[in-house]
T-cell receptor
Framework: NAGVTQTPKFRVLKTGQSMTLLCAQDMNHEYMYWYRQDPGMGLRLIHYSVGEGTTAKGEVPDGYNVSRLKKQNFLLGLESAAPSQTSVYFC?????????????FGAGSRLTVL | GQNIDQPTEMTATEGAIVQINCTYQTSGFNGLFWYQQHAGEAPTFLSYNVLDGLEEKGRFSSFLSRSKGYSYLLLKELQMKDSASYLCAVVDSNYQLIWGAGTKLIIKP
């Protein structure tokens, strides 16, 4: 049981380049999320999805786009990368455990924008 | 604004007990999570509190006081593998998760 898988794990981009981060989960979870994690700050929600074909903006959506064409996949796109998008990106999916919406995270994708 | 405060870093000795505090000011409250994150890895779920009091799970316990906007994570019989960051997160009135910056716990032999 793989859980949540993110690809790629590492990527270096030049300013203005585009890329897509892929997240796949095999737990049949409805909800999926993209977060970024920066030093000294809490995890910040970029976009999320409550089901196949639906997406919504989180706290810091600017400069990112997402798609959820299949229930198991959630893609995060950067159309024109900027140095401020240098970060570690985590994908997560969630399920209810004893009344709590518990997140299962992927291993993270470290992105550097030069 | 919404705010979650945790100490940035703590140091403890192997075999000892450590308490990691979390205070929060959020628009509403619908539960509080603790996650553990080893360096370079993903956060993993530790505990969830929605009612006041202490929840015990093996060597780890989590306490909540909603009236004080306060929680702590208690780790007993510390092991070297407990060296990690501990993230506090609160579910606000819109059921959004608000995350603290995390507490880096260093365990010394």
């Amino acid at each position: 049981n793989a859980g949540v898988t993110q690809t790629p794990k590492f990527r270096v981009l030049k300013t203005g380049q585009s890329m897509t981060l892929l997240c796949a989960q095999d737990m049949n979870h409805e909800y999926m999320y993209w977060y970024r994690q920066d030093p000294g700050m809490g995890l910040r929600l970029i976009h999320y999805s409550v089901g196949e074909g639906t997406t919504a903006k989180g706290e810091v959506p600017d400069g990112y786009n997402v798609s959820r064409l299949k229930k198991q996949n959630f893609l995060l796109g950067l159309e024109s990368a900027a140095p401020s998008q240098t970060s570690v990106y985590f994908c997560a999916s969630s399920s209810q455990v004893s009344g709590a919406n518990v997140l299962t995270f992927g291993a993270g994708s470290r992105l550097t924008v030069l | 604004g919404q705010n979650i405060d945790q100490p940035t870093e703590m140091t403890a000795t192997e075999g000892a007990i450590v308490q990691i505090n979390c205070t929060y000011q959020t628009s509403g409250f619908n539960g509080l999570f603790w996650y553990q994150q080893h360096a370079g890895e993903a956060p993993t779920f530790l505990s969830y509190n929605v009612l006041d009091g202490l929840e015990e799970k093996g060597r780890f316990s989590s306490f909540l006081s909603r009236s004080k906007g306060y929680s702590y994570l208690l780790l007993k019989e510390l092991q070297m593998k407990d060296s990690a960051s501990y993230l506090c997160a609160v579910v606000d009135s819109n059921y959004q998760l608000i995350w603290g910056a995390g507490t880096k716990l260093i365990i010394k032999p």
